[in-house]
């Protein structure tokens, strides 16, 4: 216990099987595939035609 003190401080201490997770309680793969389908869209286009 000591050693996560030193290394991650007070939140070291806290139990991470109960912590809250930003996700919820949403599997992990579901979250990396929602992650990478996001990624791969990034900079593509949206469909907006500019007028010329």
Do not use: Y
């Not at 991650?8 to 949403?26: E, I, S």
């Amino acid at each position: 216990m000591r050693r996560l003190d030193r290394e991650q401080g007070m939140w070291g201490l806290v139990d991470n099987c109960c912590a809250p997770r930003p996700t919820g309680k949403v599997d992990s793969r579901v979250v990396k595939a929602t992650i990478a389908a996001i990624e791969a869209q990034t900079g593509t286009s949206t469909g907006h035609v500019e007028n010329e």
